[in-house]
């Protein structure tokens, strides 16, 4: 069945419910463990119902913003989940106190009862009318960001369609594009502070609402973190500032001699060769053609994952108006299908959609048999498989950029590496944020341009005070909708990394260790997966300055005034 056809039925919450508690009704209330793992199998499948309903409204709601069915849809949801949460918050407690715990573990593994303890401390019924609120939130984030019409040389464009101009050979013209960038978020400048304040105060308010200190350690628990706390994530930050960012430095400096450009403005950074960014060079009908031919090839798995999303019609990848910016991969689980969304712009990005989000794809479809807890692995663990299958398409790379393919491959390698400390920037300034609820919306830009000039001290920014006040962060949507999320960006990098490490070694054992990730899904925690797989724990002292050497070693290898 194509994506099209699968129908959508505005869910009868109250049906949902009543439903929802005659089975929980069956679990910790004396019944047998064959009675309750009954239970909990129909309840899942229940749930599940309901899930690939708001999964279709959300997806369909992204790929158009204008459209007022999904639009309302959207809106529907945004004040139902926290009841629906109320229902999972309802689950989670009857598991932990079902008196067989023993039998559920040896059916459903022990994790579950591990992250059922970090979900009960993150919901009180209390809390839903600020849920609502918190949720009404980001989707107005993203609604602003949407509407974004910008006008340059004659066209208008969304943020999606000005990347080519940011990234243009010609230095006026990147100038004027990020300058025109910067106008749009400047001209919103009291809405998105506005939005921020208010989410900053909200998330603060369900954090005290549930007896933490501040939304650090609740905004950790969202995300089911089970293997460390915010005081690890420090001192890996730490590892970055001391052992990244001064290759980032003089990978800057190297950038801005085969530029030729001796005071290198932040628009400047975009580009990476004067003879012009590697791209793909065929559209996207093309591009997707290359990257059939990869998937057959790299796997018979491979090959029948990406079939199957030809298919049933699950890759939305055309950039036009009204539609969401950003891609994204999502599941449906009543179709057993991932979806994966993209705004093609013709830059070298693309490819990264269809290796990057594929990754994400490939992953649930591997472990779309387990419990749906399990589906997918928390967000650090998850972002192992995209960016190493970004690592895993090199040897079919040279069919996408052709004549750009050894600049691609420096290119990516090296954007990857200047990644960490911006990554790791964002990390920093939200806990800034969140353990001082109380800045105003200039201390925050103040916050972000100082921490800003200590990760990315080569960022000058010319004549766009914007920016030079401190406003970059509100392009980053996961500042606004996903607090604490960015830094597993950085965590899964740096376990990628060593996927290519291991590629260039011996690739069929890398894809190997890289199936057996995949099939496990989120069956172990972040560190039980890099443990089972043998990666390198990124949070021990030293890790990081071991992880980048054979990358150091490769890129200055490569002679990039070449290229």
């Given at each position: 069945?194509?994506?099209?056809?699968?129908?959508?039925?505005?869910?009868?919450?109250?049906?949902?419910?009543?439903?929802?508690?005659?089975?929980?009704?069956?679990?910790?209330?004396?019944?047998?463990?064959?009675?309750?793992?009954?239970?909990?199998?129909?309840?899942?499948?229940?749930?599940?119902?309901?899930?690939?309903?708001?999964?279709?409204?959300?997806?369909?709601?992204?790929?158009?913003?204008?459209?007022?069915?999904?639009?309302?849809?959207?809106?529907?949801?945004?004040?139902?989940m926290p009841h629906l949460q109320a229902i999972s918050n309802e689950f989670t407690n009857k598991l932990?106190?079902?008196?067989?715990?023993?039998?559920?573990?040896?059916?459903?593994?022990?994790?579950?009862?591990?992250?059922?303890?970090?979900?009960?401390?993150?919901?009180?019924?209390?809390?839903?009318?600020?849920?609502?609120?918190?949720?009404?939130?980001?989707?107005?984030?993203?609604?602003?960001?949407?509407?974004?019409?910008?006008?340059?040389?004659?066209?208008?464009?969304?943020?999606?369609?000005?990347?080519?101009?940011?990234?243009?050979?010609?230095?006026?013209?990147?100038?004027?594009?990020?300058?025109?960038?910067?106008?749009?978020?400047?001209?919103?400048?009291?809405?998105?502070?506005?939005?921020?304040?208010?989410?900053?105060?909200?998330?603060?308010?369900?954090?005290?609402?549930?007896?933490?200190?501040?939304?650090?350690?609740?905004?950790?628990?969202?995300?089911?973190?089970?293997?460390?706390?915010?005081?690890?994530?420090?001192?890996?930050?730490?590892?970055?500032?001391?052992?990244?960012?001064?290759?980032?430095?003089?990978?800057?400096?190297?950038?801005?001699?085969?530029?030729?450009?001796?005071?290198?403005?932040?628009?400047?950074?975009?580009?990476?060769?004067?003879?012009?960014?590697?791209?793909?060079?065929?559209?996207?009908?093309?591009?997707?053609?290359?990257?059939?031919?990869?998937?057959?090839?790299?796997?018979?798995?491979?090959?029948?994952?990406?079939?199957?999303?030809?298919?049933?019609?699950?890759?939305?990848?055309?950039?036009?108006?009204?539609?969401?910016?950003?891609?994204?991969?999502?599941?449906?689980?009543?179709?057993?299908?991932?979806?994966?969304?993209?705004?093609?712009?013709?830059?070298?990005?693309?490819?990264?959609?269809?290796?990057?989000?594929?990754?994400?794809?490939?992953?649930?479809?591997?472990?779309?048999?387990?419990?749906?807890?399990?589906?997918?692995?928390?967000?650090?663990?998850?972002?192992?498989?995209?960016?190493?299958?970004?690592?895993?398409?090199?040897?079919?790379?040279?069919?996408?950029?052709?004549?750009?393919?050894?600049?691609?491959?420096?290119?990516?390698?090296?954007?990857?590496?200047?990644?960490?400390?911006?990554?790791?920037?964002?990390?920093?300034?939200?806990?800034?944020?969140?353990?001082?609820?109380?800045?105003?919306?200039?201390?925050?830009?103040?916050?972000?341009?100082?921490?800003?000039?200590?990760?990315?001290?080569?960022?000058?920014?010319?004549?766009?005070?914007?920016?030079?006040?401190?406003?970059?962060?509100?392009?980053?949507?996961?500042?606004?909708?996903?607090?604490?999320?960015?830094?597993?960006?950085?965590?899964?990098?740096?376990?990628?990394?060593?996927?290519?490490?291991?590629?260039?070694?011996?690739?069929?054992?890398?894809?190997?260790?890289?199936?057996?990730?995949?099939?496990?899904?989120?069956?172990?925690?972040?560190l039980g997966l890099v443990n089972y797989v043998n990666l390198r724990n990124p949070f021990e002292k030293?890790?990081?300055?071991?992880?980048?050497?054979?990358?150091?070693?490769?890129?200055?290898?490569?002679?990039?005034?070449?290229?």
């Amino acid at each position: 069945m194509k994506f099209s056809e699968y129908k959508y039925e505005r869910p009868n919450i109250k049906k949902y419910e009543e439903e929802a508690k005659r089975l929980l009704d069956l679990i910790a209330t004396g019944k047998t463990a064959k009675e309750e793992i009954a239970a909990i199998n129909e309840f899942h499948k229940l749930d599940e119902e309901v899930s690939t309903m708001l999964t279709l409204a959300s997806i369909r709601n992204s790929i158009n913003t204008k459209d007022e069915f999904y639009e309302q849809e959207q809106e529907f949801f945004d004040e139902n989940m926290p009841h629906l949460q109320a229902i999972s918050n309802e689950f989670t407690n009857k598991l932990l106190a079902s008196k067989n715990r023993v039998e559920l573990e040896k059916e459903f593994g022990k994790l579950i009862f591990d992250q059922a303890e970090v979900s009960k401390k993150i919901f009180k019924p209390e809390i839903i009318e600020d849920l609502q609120l918190e949720n009404k939130l980001s989707t107005e984030y993203s609604k602003l960001t949407s509407s974004a019409h910008i006008e340059f040389d004659g066209g208008v464009y969304n943020l999606s369609q000005m990347a080519p101009f940011t990234q243009s050979k010609d230095r006026d013209t990147r100038k004027r594009a990020n300058l025109a960038v910067s106008k749009f978020f400047n001209d919103n400048l009291e809405s998105y502070d506005r939005i921020y304040d208010q989410m900053v105060k909200v998330r603060t308010e369900i954090a005290k609402k549930l007896g933490y200190d501040n939304y650090v350690q609740l905004g950790y628990d969202r995300f089911g973190r089970t293997d460390y706390t915010k005081k690890e994530v420090a001192l890996y930050r730490k590892q970055i500032f001391e052992d990244v960012v001064p290759f980032v430095e003089e990978l800057t400096k190297r950038k801005a001699k085969r530029l030729g450009i001796k005071n290198p403005q932040s628009y400047d950074l975009s580009l990476s060769f004067l003879s012009g960014n590697p791209t793909p060079k065929g559209d996207r009908e093309w591009q997707v053609l290359k990257a059939t031919k990869m998937y057959n090839e790299m796997s018979k798995e491979t090959s029948e994952f990406f079939n199957f999303m030809l298919e049933n019609e699950l890759l939305e990848l055309d950039s036009k108006p009204g539609k969401q910016g950003g891609g994204y991969c999502t599941y449906i689980p009543s179709y057993r299908a991932p979806f994966i969304f993209a705004n093609f712009n013709g830059t070298s990005h693309d490819v990264d959609v269809l290796t990057h989000e594929a990754g994400h794809a490939f992953q649930v479809y591997q472990s779309r048999d387990l419990i749906p807890e399990y589906r997918w692995p928390t967000m650090e663990a998850a972002e192992i498989h995209s960016m190493s299958m970004e690592f895993l398409a090199w040897p079919w790379i040279h069919e996408f950029f052709q004549e750009d393919t050894e600049k691609y491959k420096f290119d990516h390698l090296a954007s990857s590496v200047s990644f960490l400390p911006y990554g790791a920037l964002v990390d920093h300034f939200q806990h800034e944020v969140y353990e001082n609820p109380g800045m105003s919306p200039e201390e925050r830009r103040q916050t972000w341009r100082k921490l800003e000039k200590a990760y990315l001290p080569f960022k000058k920014y010319d004549e766009d005070s914007f920016l030079e006040n401190g406003g970059f962060w509100f392009r980053q949507g996961h500042i606004f909708s996903s607090p604490f999320y960015y830094i597993d960006y950085t965590l899964a990098q740096v376990c990628a990394f060593q996927y290519w490490t291991k590629s260039r070694n011996d690739y069929k054992s890398a894809w190997e260790s890289y199936l057996n990730l995949c099939k496990q899904g989120g069956s172990k925690s972040f560190l039980g997966l890099v443990n089972y797989v043998n990666l390198r724990n990124p949070f021990e002292k030293g890790s990081i300055k071991e992880i980048m050497e054979p990358i150091k070693k490769y890129l200055d290898s490569v002679d990039d005034k070449k290229l």
